[in-house]
C-alpha cells in the first residue's frame, strides 16, 4: 500500500508549505524553555521563571482564538504580518529586561506581549491543510502528519535550546528561538497558493465556535494536555539538575516527545474501527497510568525510557481533538476551532509549569510530575462523562467513520 504521509505531502504546492511552518513553529517548544534557563540563570529560581514562562503562555492562549478569527475573517498572511512586527520587537525587550535587570514588571509585560503575538503557524497550517484537502481521505492523516511534526519539533527544539543556553551566552537559546519565528514566518506567509480565502461576509460576525458543546469537552483535553506538557518541561528541567547532569535537560524532554511522535505516526497511518470519540477516552486512561513511574524515578538514564513510554498517548490526544473539532464547528470557523485548543494548550502549559515550579521549590523534582498524573485523570473523567456531546451527526462529518 502506497505510504499515506507520502501521498498528503504530493498534494500540489504542500511541501514549501511544510517546510516553512516547521521553521515557524520551531520556536513553540525553545521559548518557553528557553525563558526558564535565562531567568534561573539569572536570579536561581525555578519558581520564577516558570512564573514567566506561564505569563507568556497565558498571553499566547488568550490571543490564540482573536488572531483565529481574524485569520478567519480577513486572511492569514493579512494578520501573520502585523503579529510578526510586535513579535520581534517586544522578545529584543524581554532580553535586555532579563539580561539588565530591569524592573520584574517589564520582564512580565515583554514576555505577556511576545507571548500574545508569537505567530500562530501551527493552526493555520492545519486550515490549510482542511482548505486543500476537505472531503478527501486523506485530511485525517494530514491532520496526524502535522501533530508528528509538532512532536518532531519538540525533539529539536529543547534539545537545540538547553545546548545553547547552558554551553553558550544564556541568551544565544531564547535569541535563536526568536530568529527562526521570524524566518519561519515570513516565508510561511509567501506561500499564497495555500491560503485558504477568507471566510464569507455571512460568516464573519457569527457566534463563536466555542457554542458548539462538544469543543468545550476538547477545550478541557488541551488545557489538561497542556498542563501535562508545561508540567513535564519544568519537571524534568529540575529533575536533571537535582541529579548533577542539567545539559541532560533537553535529552529528557526530546524523550517525551519522541515518544508521542512515535505513536503519532502509526495513529495516522492506522484505519481505526473504534469511534474517535472512544479512542480519545482511552489515550487519556493511558496516559494517566503512563505518568505514574515518572513519580519515583531518581536514576536519569531509567528517566529516559520512561519519560519517552510516557509520551505515547501525547500526540494521539491532539490528533483525537483536532479531528473531532474540524469535523464539530461549521466550516467557517475551523481556524477559531483550532486556535481554542490552541489556547486550552497555552493556559494548561501556564498552569502546569506554573505550579510544577511552586512544587520543585517546595517539595522536589519527583514531586512535581504529580500535576500531569492529576490533569491526565481529570480529562478523562470530563470526556468520559461528556462523551455524547463529541459524537457528530452523520450528515456533518467531513469523514462520517471518524465522527461516529
Not at 503562555?57 to 490571543?63: H, Q, R, S, W, Y
Not at 509567501?190 to 460576525?205: D, G, I, L, M, V
Not at 481554542?340 to 523534582?365: H, R, Y
Request: net charge positive; proline share 6%.
Amino acid at each position: 500500500m502506497a505510504n499515506p504521509y507520502l501521498q498528503v505531502l504530493r498534494t500540489p504546492h504542500a511541501l514549501p508549505m511544510v517546510l516553512a511552518a516547521f521553521i515557524g513553529r520551531l520556536p513553540l517548544s525553545m521559548v518557553g524553555l528557553g525563558c526558564v534557563l535565562l531567568v534561573a540563570a539569572e536570579t536561581g529560581s525555578y519558581g520564577l521563571g516558570g512564573a514567566v514562562a506561564a505569563v507568556g503562555a497565558v498571553t499566547t492562549a488568550l490571543a490564540g482564538p482573536v488572531l483565529g478569527r481574524l485569520a478567519d475573517t480577513h486572511g492569514q498572511r493579512r494578520v501573520l504580518l502585523p503579529v510578526l512586527a510586535v513579535f520581534v520587537p517586544s522578545g529584543v525587550t524581554f532580553l535586555f529586561a532579563v539580561r539588565q535587570d530591569w524592573h520584574l514588571s517589564i520582564v512580565f509585560l515583554s514576555a505577556g506581549l511576545a507571548g500574545a503575538c508569537i505567530p500562530p503557524v501551527s493552526s493555520m497550517i492545519r486550515v490549510r491543510w482542511t482548505h486543500l484537502l476537505r472531503g478527501s481521505h486523506r485530511l485525517p492523516t494530514a491532520l496526524a502528519m502535522e501533530s508528528v511534526v509538532d512532536e518532531f519539533v519538540f525533539i529539536v527544539g529543547p534539545v537545540l535550546v538547553t545546548f545553547l543556553s547552558t554551553t553558550g551566552h544564556a541568551t544565544s537559546g531564547v535569541v535563536t528561538a526568536f530568529a527562526l519565528a521570524a524566518v519561519g514566518s515570513l516565508l510561511f506567509a509567501a506561500q499564497a497558493r495555500t491560503e485558504p480565502p477568507p471566510a464569507p461576509h455571512e460568516h464573519r460576525n457569527g457566534p463563536s465556535a466555542m457554542r458548539v458543546r462538544g469543543l468545550r469537552v476538547l477545550f478541557v483535553v488541551g488545557a489538561a494536555v497542556g498542563t501535562i506538557l508545561g508540567a513535564l518541561e519544568i519537571a524534568l528541567v529540575a529533575f536533571a539538575d537535582e541529579v548533577g547532569v542539567k545539559p541532560m535537560a533537553g535529552v529528557l524532554i526530546a524523550g517525551l516527545a519522541l515518544g508521542s511522535m512515535a505513536s503519532g505516526i502509526g495513529w495516522g497511518a492506522v484505519h481505526w474501527r473504534l469511534p474517535l470519540r472512544h479512542r480519545l477516552t482511552a489515550v487519556l486512561v493511558l496516559m494517566t497510568l503512563l505518568s505514574l513511574p515518572l513519580l519515583v524515578v531518581r536514576d536519569v538514564w531509567l528517566m529516559v525510557p520512561f519519560v519517552v513510554i510516557a509520551g505515547v498517548a501525547v500526540s494521539p490526544a491532539l490528533i483525537s481533538s483536532f479531528t473531532l473539532a474540524e469535523v464539530l464547528v461549521p466550516r467557517a470557523s475551523v481556524t477559531e476551532a483550532f486556535t481554542w485548543i490552541g489556547t486550552a494548550l497555552g493556559l494548561g502549559v501556564a498552569v502546569g509549569s506554573s505550579v510544577a515550579g511552586k512544587l520543585v521549590d517546595v517539595a522536589g523534582a519527583n514531586t512535581s510530575f504529580v500535576v500531569a498524573t492529576v490533569a491526565a485523570a481529570v480529562a478523562a473523567v470530563v470526556v468520559a462523562v461528556c462523551n455524547r456531546m463529541l459524537r457528530v451527526p452523520a450528515e456533518h462529518a467531513v469523514i462520517p467513520a471518524l465522527a461516529r
